[in-house]
């Protein structure tokens, strides 16, 4: 399955925080969320806008790219690779509110960040312009998200090749390592985007939604696994080649998917999807 840039253009994305256990601590960002309270200590931090199709504001601006990713690097920026799945869902409204999330299929996901300590919202670290946000072109369909459906069987991993090194930059983690996952995870996003208020870093999606003239799908990023050791503070550099593979770990092996990266194959990845891309400053 794919989608066009023009289908692209017209579906909002949204991203979930904290829905991988200890990623914001390694991304420094656990002190945004100290006044958030969840009901459950497990629970995400809640979901926010990466684009958002006609707009008035920056989140209108398209950010998505299968091949580039675009920052300024004349000054000292902590650029930072985020992988992660994206899932695009079929939306069901009444009164105005979400009552179902149908998955339709998933692919991989680089929700890049800027990590800017002052930023009162996490919108304004995901989204600064043109091709700096990461999907791939592939997508696989999805029947449901509950347990035992098709993304059970798929893992998540990530790479960065600088100075022809290849290294690992995310965890090799199984998509059911997600803190909330299968049913649960579509109750909370369903709960999330009717309620979330505009407090701290999080921001009124029930308002945005209602002012997009309620979107028939929507594009939601799950939450970033945990860096390696050098993830942690390994940030982007121009030059720099990223790739995050959502593969199926029944079919192939890390070994496999490291070498193809490694020799930049250009045929097909049938184990899964992934993205490459390659980064350059503006």
């Given amino acids: 399955m794919n989608l066009t840039t023009k289908q692209l253009k017209q579906i909002p994305v949204f991203g979930i925080a904290g829905n991988f256990a200890e990623h914001?601590?390694?991304?420094?960002?656990?002190?945004?969320?100290?006044?958030?309270?969840?009901?459950?200590p497990y629970a995400p931090k809640g979901i926010f806008p990466i684009f958002l199709p006609n707009f008035n504001n920056f989140l209108g601006t398209f950010?998505?790219?299968?091949?580039?990713?675009?920052?300024?690097?004349?000054?000292?920026?902590?650029?930072?690779?985020?992988?992660?799945?994206?899932?695009?869902?079929?939306?069901t409204y009444q009164e105005n509110k979400i009552t179902e999330l149908k998955p339709q299929a998933f692919t991989a996901f680089n929700d890049c960040s800027i990590r800017r300590p002052n930023a009162t919202?996490?919108?304004?670290?995901?989204?600064?312009?043109?091709?700096?946000?990461?999907?791939?072109?592939?997508?696989?369909?999805?029947?449901?998200?509950t347990k035992g459906c098709e993304l059970d069987d798929y893992s998540i991993i990530s790479f960065i090749k600088r100075n022809n090194k290849i290294i690992q930059h995310g965890m090799d983690?199984?998509?059911?390592?997600?803190?909330?996952?299968?049913q649960k995870?579509?109750?909370?996003?369903?709960?999330?985007?009717?309620?979330?208020?505009?407090?701290?870093?999080?921001?009124?999606?029930?308002?945005?939604?209602n002012k997009m003239g309620k979107p028939s799908q929507i594009i939601i990023s799950l939450g970033a696994t945990r860096y390696?050791?050098?993830?942690?503070?390994?940030?982007?550099q121009?030059?720099?080649?990223?790739?995050?593979?959502?593969?199926?770990?029944?079919?192939?092996?890390?070994?496999?998917?490291?070498?193809?990266?490694?020799?930049?194959s250009n045929t097909e990845f049938k184990a899964g999807c992934?993205?490459?891309?390659?980064?350059?400053?503006?």
Avoid: M
């Fill in 24 to 40: 914001l601590t390694q991304a420094g960002e656990d002190a945004d969320f100290v006044d958030v309270k969840t009901d459950d």
């Fill in 63 to 91: 950010p998505l790219s299968s091949s580039l990713l675009k920052a300024n690097f004349s000054h000292k920026i902590n650029l930072h690779l985020e992988p992660e799945i994206c899932i695009l869902f079929n939306v």
């Fill in 121 to 145: 919202k996490i919108s304004e670290k995901k989204n600064w312009g043109e091709q700096c946000t990461g999907i791939a072109s592939n997508w696989i369909e999805i029947s449901s998200l």
């Fill in 173 to 182: 983690s199984p998509a059911t390592g997600y803190q909330y996952f299968h």
């Fill in 185 to 209: 995870l579509l109750n909370w996003i369903i709960k999330t985007l009717n309620q979330q208020q505009n407090t701290g870093p999080l921001e009124p999606l029930h308002d945005y939604i």
């Fill in 228 to 236: 390696t050791e050098f993830g942690k503070t390994g940030f982007l």
């Fill in 238 to 264: 121009p030059a720099d080649k990223i790739a995050i593979f959502v593969y199926n770990h029944k079919q192939t092996t890390k070994k496999i998917i490291t070498e193809h990266f490694t020799n930049q």
């Fill in 274 to 282: 992934y993205l490459h891309q390659e980064v350059r400053s503006i």
